[in-house]
């Protein structure tokens, strides 16, 4: 069972920076595909970014490439989300999904762990 622990969620203003970091542990982290999703009130779950559990292979959706980059360590059990340029409509809780021998995959359904979220808000 992995256990996936989301931080660095906070307030920040439109045009700044945040990282976000997922700790997990629980199950062999290098086995697993990783990503990250968000879900804004009264929107549903949607898909940022997703790096591969092996060959480090990065997909980010349109919404966000060029500005979030999704990035893992394997040694220390984390995967990151480094957002700039922050626009308002990034505001949402941001998870961390994971899933076993998984390549960088958007859909929702292909992970069977979930953190708990962390709330990111942009404001003007």
């Known amino acids: 069972q992995v256990q996936l622990v989301e931080s660095g969620g906070g307030l920040v203003q439109a045009g700044g920076s945040l990282r976000l970091s997922c700790a997990a542990s629980g199950g062999t982290f290098s086995n697993y595909g990783m990503a990250w999703f968000r879900q804004a009130p009264g929107k549903e779950r949607e898909f940022v970014a997703a790096?591969?559990?092996?060959?480090?292979?990065?997909y980010h959706a349109d919404s966000v490439k060029g500005r979030f980059t999704i990035s893992r360590d394997n040694a220390e059990n984390m995967v990151y989300l480094q957002m700039n340029s922050l626009k308002l409509e990034d505001t949402a809780v941001y998870y961390c999904?994971?899933?076993?021998?998984?390549?960088?995959?958007?859909?929702?359904?292909?992970?069977?762990?979930w953190g708990q979220g962390t709330q990111v808000t942009v404001s003007s």
């Open positions: 999904a994971a899933a076993y021998h998984t390549m960088a995959s958007p859909r929702p359904g292909n992970y069977n762990y």
């Open positions: 790096i591969s559990w092996v060959g480090g292979i990065t």
